[in-house]
């Protein structure tokens, strides 16, 4: 566990220290959001946060390989990991010609495929799955890799598509990140495995990059992470939670906590996981769908009323919505991992307590009037951006693949 925690300090820190840098290049390229009517940012503000966050990742591998226990650990930890980081590098790397250049999205859904295709090459793909019984249900090597790409491309998608408030995206995937460490790492110590796996390392640094990000793009933003840091989030996302499939056994998938036989079905959860972890902003995307082809207009056409913008009007604040919808994320993904280690009454009991809370802040705050702590607090001076802003940037990232210009912050409809 403490050499995870250096992890995570270490990607934490080398982000927060980038994010400086990225900010500059950013300025001086002219990669920078411009205002629109529909958005939420008052002034032009630069993006290219991909490339810190990036930094964070490379430093925390690198730092893990010379680190006593993770060092001496299966080789396919590091290979595995060492992949997504490559990965990572080449999608952020398309990300960052898009936030400068606005590149088409036919290009840009190229970049990703390439990336995925990567991912797949070197072994991160599912290749089977195990049933409640222990009986496993081989994929032949298509199927394993139509699958994968399906997760890690709707994974990348769906987190570029929650970009719209600050903070808002990196603290979705940091909470989901922490979640999905824990899984992993009590799925180890409850079964007596090896507790160096690629998915616990990657979701580790992955949280740690969140953390360093957010110090500079919580309201008021200071820097958007963009394409190249929304499309990076979500590969490492999703790739670390196929990396489940790959390093624990059957026995390992299907017991929880004290032995007992976990409550979703092992042969679902490597699929559910990224899933259910991003169900908020997949239901956003099927809400934007459904509402816009049933005003009879084009399902990539923008608008202003994405989840975080009802937030705001029902009276939410900028910085309270982002909370909000951060605790949704939490209440989702730990649940979701709370119900795959524990069985019994309690635990459905505790996750039905959380879920009336939650929602009770999300619908009751307007009324009662939030306390001084959860409201914003007015704007602090912000630094002019330097170079003439894009014409369809907006909220810190240029639409992703099957968006439109203008859409909300790497939206992808």
Not at 12 to 41: F, N
Not at 120 to 132: A, H, K, L, N, W
Not at 158 to 185: E, R, S
Not at 227 to 249: E, H, K, R, W
Request: with cysteine; net charge negative.
């Amino acid at each position: 566990m403490r050499e995870y925690l250096v992890v995570f300090l270490v990607a934490a820190s080398v982000t927060y220290l980038l994010t400086v840098v990225a900010r500059e290049i950013a300025l001086r390229t002219g990669a920078v959001a411009a205002v629109r009517d529909r958005d939420v940012h008052a002034e032009p503000i630069p993006y290219l946060g991909g490339i810190a966050m990036l930094g964070g990742l490379v430093a925390a591998y690198l730092v893990a390989r010379e680190l006593p226990f993770l060092a001496t650990s299966q080789t396919f930890v590091f290979e595995d990991a060492g992949a997504v980081v490559v990965a990572g590098a080449l999608i952020c790397g398309v990300g960052v010609l898009d936030d400068i250049f606005d590149l088409d999205a036919l290009t840009k859904f190229g970049g990703q495929v390439l990336a995925v295709g990567l991912l797949i090459y070197s072994g991160i793909q599912f290749r089977f799955f195990y049933q409640p019984d222990g009986v496993q249900f081989a994929l032949d090597a298509g199927q394993g890799a139509l699958l994968t790409a399906l997760i890690v491309l709707t994974s990348v998608n769906a987190v570029n598509f929650v970009d719209g408030l600050d903070g808002l995206a990196a603290g979705v995937v940091g909470i989901t990140a922490i979640a999905l460490f824990v899984f992993c790492y009590q799925l180890s110590v409850s079964n007596g495995a090896t507790r160096a796996t690629t998915g616990a390392l990657l979701s580790a640094a992955l949280a740690g990059i969140c953390v360093g990000f957010l110090v500079h793009n919580f309201h008021p933003a200071r820097l958007f992470m963009g394409d190249s840091g929304s499309m990076l989030l979500g590969l490492v996302l999703s790739a670390s939670a196929i990396s489940v499939t790959t390093q624990f056994s059957s026995d390992d998938v299907a017991f929880g906590a004290d032995g007992t036989r976990a409550s979703l079905l092992p042969m679902l959860l490597p699929v559910a996981l990224p899933i259910l972890i991003l169900v908020v902003p997949l239901a956003d995307l099927v809400l934007a769908v459904v509402r816009r082809t049933r005003a009879g207009r084009s399902p990539f056409a923008p608008d202003k009323q994405h989840l975080h913008h009802r937030l705001l009007e029902i009276g939410h604040s900028h910085r309270r919505a982002v909370l909000i919808m951060w605790a949704w994320a939490g209440l989702i993904a730990f649940g979701t991992v709370y119900a795959s280690l524990q069985t019994g009454t309690v635990v459905y009991a505790t996750i039905a307590a959380a879920f009336a809370v939650t929602l009770g802040l999300t619908f009751v705050l307007p009324v009662v009037r939030a306390p001084r702590l959860l409201d914003d607090l007015p704007d602090e001076p912000r630094e002019e951006a330097r170079d003439e802003p894009r014409d369809d940037a907006v909220d810190g990232a240029s639409p992703a693949v099957g968006g439109a210009p203008g859409a909300a912050p790497g939206t992808t409809l």
